[in-house]
Nanobody, 124 residues
Framework: VQLQASGGGLVPAGGSLRLSCIVS????????LGWFRQAPGKEREGIAS????????YYSDSVKGRFIISRDNAKSTVYLQMTSLKPEDTAVYYC??????????????????WGQGTLVTVSS
């Protein structure tokens, strides 16, 4: 199993980025997909999750209304469209996959497989 995240970078406040994560080795029909982030000195935080191919989504209050998670099972990919970025969004962003039968949308313990992380830096 491998999750490969990409799309991070340096962006000014108010800007946008789209993260992608390609998943291999899993049948995504049985897995929820999520995005987490970890800022320096802070715990890993669940920010967005999509439970199944129907598209049920969950967001943390910190990103609701600014970020959109989506998935394309045919491409084995999950996306995170980020808009109106703020300096406090600066973090390493991780994608993750967890079984739908034990779904905990924004909890790290609900996910079994993790990507390597991609750094997002938002300048003020």
């Amino acid at each position: 199993v491998q999750l490969q995240a990409s799309g991070g970078g340096l962006v000014p406040a108010g800007g946008s980025l789209r993260l992608s994560c390609i998943v291999s080795g899993l049948d995504l029909d049985y897995y929820a997909l999520g995005w987490f982030r970890q800022a320096p000195g802070k715990e890993r935080e669940g920010i967005a999750s999509i439970g199944d191919s129907v598209g049920t989504t969950y967001y943390s209050d910190s990103v609701k209304g600014r970020f959109i998670i989506s998935r394309d099972n045919a491409k084995s990919t999950v996306y995170l469209q980020m808009t109106s970025l703020k300096p406090e969004d600066t973090a390493v962003y991780y994608c993750a996959a967890g079984p739908t039968f034990d779904y905990m949308p924004l909890k790290t313990r609900g996910y079994d497989y993790w990507g390597q992380g991609t750094l997002v830096t938002v300048s003020s």
